[in-house]
């Protein structure tokens, strides 16, 4: 799924249009996620938005390198909700995204074939109207030097296009980077021969 070092997902929640089918109404939603604990929040969050509707399915996947997914059918029948769910997420080639489809039940039964196509439907339509970004899968090291070094270590930063994500600075410095996987070896590399740096992958 993932070429190289780069991945796709969203950039920010999106609704997709209402699908109905004999009267059953249909909402999808996407959010971007990276932990479990935000799929709890944003699911709680719409049960309060749709405390009316009968069915909240979803589906999600977390992760780049080690990935891991869930499929939810909520009370419908087996394999009939969240797994279409999942499958647009993977034809859509996504990960580090929640999907949920909210179903208003209309008194008709839709049999599992119906089901399956508004869940696939109500997820497709979420996911039309996102907005689809590429990542790069990153690694985190942390530099150690003396105040001496900055303004060396900052050039090195600056010359290789290396984001800062924390730093320390006083009498020893420490700084936090995170460096494109395909690049890191090399990263690694430069900032070990640089006499006065100790640099450890965290």
């Known amino acids: 799924m993932i070429e190289n070092d780069i991945y796709k997902t969203i950039r920010k929640p999106a609704k997709g249009e209402l699908f109905k089918d004999k009267n059953s109404k249909f909402y999808g939603y996407a959010f971007p996620v990276t932990e479990e604990k935000q799929i709890k929040s944003h699911l709680e969050d719409l049960k309060k938005e749709h405390y009316s509707a009968r ?104 010359e290789n296009q290396i984001e800062i994500k924390n730093q320390t600075l006083e009498l020893n410095c420490l700084l936090e980077i995170s460096v494109r996987k395909n690049d890191s070896s090399k990263i690694f590399k430069l900032f070990d021969a640089f006499f006065g740096v100790d640099i450890v992958e965290l």
């Open 55 to 158: 069915h909240w399915c979803y589906s999600y996947q977390i992760g780049t390198e080690t990935i891991k997914y869930r499929a939810n059918d909520d009370g419908e029948p087996n394999n009939s909700a969240g797994m279409p769910i999942y499958g647009q997420i993977q034809s859509y080639d996504l990960t580090n995204i929640l999907v949920v489809v909210i179903r208003y039940y209309g008194g008709v039964k839709l049999g599992v074939g119906g089901l399956i196509n508004a869940y696939r439907t109500g997820a497709k339509l979420a996911l039309e109207t996102a907005e689809i970004i590429e990542k790069t899968i990153n690694k985190e090291f942390q530099l150690k030097f003396e105040y001496k070094n900055m303004s060396k270590v900052m050039r090195m930063l600056k």
